[in-house]
């Protein structure tokens, strides 16, 4: 017995938090408060009947970001390889685009450098395991990097899981619970938490989002974009908008100039947002595009697009289906709901605006083990096809519907 706790606190990595932070403050009404987690986001906010994630501050130091736990349990996340796509710059009538290959992280998404943080907050608070609700990306990252960290993991999920994602979790000892809906995933987690463990990705409704020390993980992003060179665009992938409001903190705390920001998404949801729409309504839609499934809408996301002057461009499936065939055809398989990306830039790149300028696409996840991929042997590339798919508006893709929407969307989110 006492060897055996032994061994489970050896195994468990020292995790400090910087003392470089100095407390938190609210993405929507910018009231500071310290340092803790916040279940219901920012209390003022969640008192006015809203529902808005924090940010961290840090006292000034060092250069670049700042994280959280700087000393996180590591598995080798970040720095991924950007990619240049010459030709693609050319039809889309770019200065020059490039790829951020996210699926070089240790379990093939960005999800790693969030995950490395929370896993680090869930020991810093003691936390006796830790959950997610996930539809693949994001549970096999959790459930690796508890590992790693000695602690133990079980990702809520649904029944149309693909049984890849299945054997993986379970390879590194989670354990999965599974239901029919996604909301019921959320009830789930919610029920966890009262019995104390710390929830790693985002279960309320409306829906606020990850954990804001998890957040902190995706600046790093920015930090490698821009040590390269500032791009003129960015172009993200987005359901509950982690990624994106965590390469926006990672812009504004670099301090040389936020890139406009573009959020990909597979049915209106930021856009009607944008239009008018209240955040905190459900956005009902269909898609093949798991990772970014789901009805809701947080502010953090909103909050990005509106710090940098950016958009949201929906992408149904059939225009993603044609951005990843011709993706493919330069080398880069990317998941279905990856290459968004690369549909929402085409869409909005059509009428020659972004002539000359530089765009990032973050490409979150791989094709090879993607939910929602497609038989690309039997639909090979066809140049004129493509840049024909390509050139039109990215909610009206020409090819028809291949995959049955009701199983795919009971797979929303992560
Ligand atoms: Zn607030």
């Known amino acids: 017995m006492a060897a055996a706790i032994l061994l489970a606190m050896s195994t468990r990595p020292n995790t400090a938090v910087t003392s470089r932070l100095t407390g938190m403050v609210c993405l929507r009404c910018a009231e500071p408060w310290p340092v803790a987690d916040y279940e219901s986001g920012c209390p003022r906010c969640a008192t006015e009947g809203h529902a808005s994630n924090l940010q961290l501050t840090y006292a000034p130091g060092e250069r670049g ?57 869930a020991l810093d608070r003691g936390a006796p395991r830790v959950v997610a609700a996930s539809s693949g990306n994001g549970g096999l990252s959790v459930a690796a990097y508890a590992a790693r960290a000695g602690l133990a993991a079980e990702i809520a999920t649904t029944d149309a899981l693909p049984q890849v994602y299945r054997s993986a979790i379970t390879a590194h000892g989670a354990s999965i619970a599974s239901f029919a809906g996604s909301m019921a995933r959320w009830q789930h987690l919610a029920k966890r938490v009262g019995q104390g463990a710390f929830a790693a990705t985002n279960y309320k409704v409306p829906a606020i989002g990850t954990n804001p020390f998890g957040i902190e993980g995706y600046k790093t992003i920015a930090a490698e974009l821009a040590s390269e060179t500032m791009p003129d665009l960015v172009v993200v992938p987005c359901s509950r908008g982690d990624l994106l409001s965590g390469i926006r903190l990672g812009f504004e705390e670099i301090g040389a100039g936020l890139p406009m920001l573009v959020a990909a998404e597979p049915f209106a949801r930021l856009e009607r947002v944008l239009a008018g729409a209240d955040y905190r309504e459900q956005f009902a839609g269909d898609t093949a595009q798991a990772s970014i499934a789901g009805s809701t809408v947080t502010w953090q996301a909103v909050a990005a697009l509106r710090a940098s002057a950016g958009r949201a461009v929906s992408v149904d499936d059939d225009a993603a289906r044609a951005a990843q065939r011709r993706l493919a055809a330069c080398g880069l398989h990317a998941e279905l709901s990856a290459v968004s990306a690369l549909a929402a830039l085409a869409a909005i790149a059509a009428d020659g605006g972004l002539s000359g300028r530089h765009a990032v696409i973050v490409l979150t996840g791989a094709g090879s083990r993607d939910p929602g991929d497609t038989d690309l042997a039997a639909r090979p590339w066809n140049e004129a096809a493509s840049e024909e798919a390509l050139a039109q508006p990215a909610t009206t893709g020409a090819l028809p519907q291949r995959t049955d929407p009701s199983v795919q969307q009971k797979r929303e989110n992560g």
């Open 65 to 121: 970001v700042s994280l959280p736990y700087p000393d996180a349990p590591c598995l080798g996340e970040g720095a991924t390889p950007l990619v240049e796509l010459p030709e693609l710059a050319r039809a889309l009538k770019l200065g020059r685009l490039s790829a951020k290959i996210e699926w070089c992280n240790p379990t093939g998404s960005h999800k790693d450098r969030m995950s490395a943080q929370l896993i680090a907050r």
